[in-house]
């Protein structure tokens, strides 16, 4: 299975992720990345921090898999009216 690694970019510092996880495909690495970035949203004193912030997916030879803001992986709950007025 190949090994993906998920690093975070928040402005000009970069949180590496030295030992990355082996998941089946690039489909499962974007769910892994979507799962983590909301568990790292779950606390509301780093939310308005981390909207800024980018997860970058990258496989064993380097290379971006995909990048993923933050901010895209937050949804209204099913039930809310997306009409802001």
Same mark, same amino acid.
């Given at each position: 299975?190949?090994?993906? %690694? %998920?690093? !975070?970019?928040?402005?000009? +510092? !970069?949180?590496?992720?030295? =030992?990355?996880?082996? &998941? @089946?495909?690039? #489909? ?9 970035? @909301? *568990?790292?949203? *779950?606390?509301? @004193? ?5 909207? !800024?912030?980018?997860?970058?997916? =990258?496989? *064993?030879?380097?290379? $971006?898999?995909?990048? /993923?803001? /933050?901010?895209? *992986? $937050?949804? &209204?709950?099913? +039930?809310? #009216?997306? =009409? &802001?007025?």
């Amino acid at each position: 299975m190949p090994r993906y %690694f %998920f690093h !975070t970019q928040i402005g000009d +510092d !970069t949180i590496t992720d030295p =030992t990355g996880v082996e &998941l @089946r495909d690039p #489909d499962q690495a974007w769910e892994k990345a979507q799962e983590t970035i @909301r *568990a790292a949203l *779950a606390d509301p @004193r780093n939310q308005a921090r981390l909207m !800024t912030a980018c997860l970058v997916v =990258t496989d *064993a030879a380097g290379e $971006v898999v995909l990048e /993923f803001p /933050f901010s895209e *992986a $937050v949804s &209204l709950p099913p +039930d809310a #009216d997306p =009409t &802001l007025h």
